[in-house]
């Protein structure tokens, strides 16, 4: 399992090298931090310097056995499975998309919360399409979920992958 595969490997560097045991927490910017920063707080945990203003991407915190580390919000799942952090906070949305192979989900915080929108011109008349057979096109950043959710109601799709201004689309 690779979850496990990247645990062992971060005991063994520090058994081999001598040095304590740090973990690493991956973070994004943005609402997750924002939302996680008072609940490290609240466990005594506070970060050594302001991740907004500093440039830095690893992040030392007041305990010697913790450091976080800022990516991506969409590479938080990647670092945890390939054991460049050994643990994470994603969204549920980001877990999706990546699929969250060999990732252990032990809570959902509650943070953050989103939700996935459908949209279309207001003289689409989906429902005809739907029932015609039509393929539509779809521009989403979440082409995973995307797919599973069309799929699950049967209706065919061109996905257009993008990362953002999804009402531009074509």
């Known amino acids: 399992d690779d979850t496990e595969r990247g645990e062992s490997a ?11 045991v740090v ?19 609240a466990a005594g945990v506070d970060l050594a310097e302001d991740p907004e ?11 010697e056995d913790l450091r976080i580390v800022l990516v991506r919000a969409s590479d938080v799942p990647t670092y945890v499975q390939r054991g460049g952090a050994d643990l994470g906070v994603a ?12 990732l252990y989900r032990p809570l959902d915080l509650g943070l953050a919360r989103c939700r996935m ?3 279309a011109p207001l003289d689409f008349d989906y429902a005809a399409a739907v029932r015609q057979g039509s ?10 979920i995307a797919s599973d959710h069309f799929a699950d109601k049967g209706v065919h ?3 257009i992958k993008l990362y953002g201004s999804m009402e531009l689309a074509p």
Request: aromatic residues 2%; positive net charge.
């Open 91 to 102: 969204g549920l949305d980001t877990l999706l998309e990546h699929g969250g192979e060999g």
């Open 135 to 144: 393929r539509i096109r779809v521009a989403t950043k979440f082409t995973r």
């Open 117 to 119: 929108s459908v949209a």
């Open 53 to 63: 203003t500093s440039r830095k991407l690893i992040i030392a915190t007041c305990r």
């Open 157 to 159: 799709v061109d996905l």
């Open 10 to 20: 971060a005991l063994d560097r520090a058994r081999c090298t001598g040095d304590a």
């Open 23 to 41: 973990i690493t927490l991956a973070l994004s910017k943005g609402r997750i931090l924002d939302e996680i920063l008072p609940l490290l707080s």
